[in-house]
């Protein structure tokens, strides 16, 4: 059991480019999320899925794009980098609907926008 | 505005003594509460949750409180040890919503 992977683990990325930050988890979660945790500061929602063709917004989502066509895959794209997304993300997910809703996380990707 | 808040960046502790790190919240409706633990270039590993019907749950060397009429809650590490030396981040499950909101962590340095 891996439980939720995430790849690339470090990226550099000029103004402007584009990528996509991979997600995968092997624990059959129906619900799956997207944070981005900046220095000092604690995780911030970006955006989220209660399972496969469903996404919704968190607090934060304006420059990022997500689609959720299986149950294991949540994939998370940056169209047009900008400095303000120098971040480190994670990826993780949960039952959801189990109580204390606990939450599974990847190692996170590290992103630095130049 | 914060609806989870950690007021302590850091704390700084003896090996072998009690670390308490707190958390405050505003929103009566969340039902659950959840302590995570990072370590650097890790992502955060679940620890402890309390229900909000609830006043104490205890796992080993963790104890989390929860005070509702204060909308305070606290994690107590009794005895504190290195390997506990983390990021704490302090969450609240919103009901119903398969979320959580996330406090801004609390660095604990346990003193060898």
């Known amino acids: 059991n891996a439980g939720v992977t995430q790849t690339p683990k470090f990226r550099i990325l000029k103004i402007g480019q584009s990528m996509t930050l991979q997600c995968t988890q092997d624990m059959n979660h129906n619900y799956m999320y997207w944070y981005r945790q900046d220095p000092g500061m604690g995780l911030k929602l970006i955006y989220y899925?209660?399972?496969?063709?469903?996404?919704d917004k968190g607090e934060v989502p304006n420059g990022y794009n997500v689609s959720r066509s299986t149950t294991e895959d949540f994939p998370l794209r940056l169209e047009l980098a900008a400095p303000s997304q120098t971040s480190v993300y994670f990826c993780?997910?949960?039952?959801?609907?189990?109580?204390?809703?606990?939450?599974?996380f990847g190692p996170g990707t590290r992103l630095t926008v130049l | 505005d914060q609806q989870v808040k950690q007021n302590s960046p850091s704390l700084s502790v003896q090996e072998g003594r009690i670390s308490i790190l707190n958390c405050d919240y505003t929103?009566?409706?969340?039902?659950?509460f959840l302590w995570y633990k990072k370590y650097p270039a890790e992502g955060p590993t679940f620890l402890i949750s309390?229900?909000?019907?609830?006043d104490k749950n205890e796992d080993g060397r963790f104890t989390v409180f929860l005070n509702k009429s204060a909308k305070h809650l606290s994690l107590h590490i009794v005895p504190s040890q290195p390997g506990d030396s983390a990021v704490y981040f302090c969450a609240a499950s919103a009901p119903n919503t398969g979320k959580l909101i996330f406090g801004q962590g609390t660095t604990l340095q346990v003193k060898p």
């Open positions: 899925s209660v399972g496969a063709g469903i996404t």
């Open positions: 929103n009566s409706m969340f039902d659950y």
């Open positions: 993780a997910s949960s039952y959801g609907s189990r109580e204390g809703n606990e939450q599974f």
């Open positions: 309390i229900s909000s019907i609830k």
